[in-house]
């Protein structure tokens, strides 16, 4: 979720030109693969009849992140330059993303179709 305050606009624009470039700068040391931005259409009435067709569910996330390693890039310990790396991205987040609000999780593909 942006932060509050920040229009779909703002935070779609700052997630594609500031935060983007940062995450490719970075993502050798990371160990990134993939790195894949889903922007949340900007329909209020689709949001509002999806929200309807389940019973009032929340409000749609701005976007959602998908973030792609070799299953090695998570076990281990980090190097410092990967540290930093992480800290940096961390911190730039924080400039446009509500992260209180933002859940994370990782997880596993299974190609159904």
């Known amino acids: 979720m942006g932060k509050p305050g920040m229009s779909w606009e703002e935070f779609s624009q700052y997630w594609r ?4 470039p940062l995450v490719a700068e970075r993502a050798e040391v ?13 329909n209020p009435a689709i949001h509002a009849a999806m929200q309807a067709r389940n019973d009032g569910s929340p409000e749609p996330f701005d976007g959602v ?4 390693f070799d299953d ?3 076990v281990g310990p980090q190097s410092a330059e990967a540290a ?3 800290q940096e991205l961390l911190e730039d987040e924080r400039k446009f993303i509500d ?10 593909e299974w190609q159904v179709v």
Do not use: C, M
């Open 30 to 42: 990371l160990g990134i693969k993939r790195y894949i931005q889903v922007r949340t259409v900007d």
């Open 17 to 20: 030109e500031t935060h983007a």
């Open 84 to 86: 930093k790396a992480g």
């Open 65 to 68: 992140a998908e973030l792609w």
């Open 99 to 108: 992260l209180r609000r933002s859940p994370i999780w990782f997880g596993n």
């Open 72 to 74: 090695s890039a998570l």
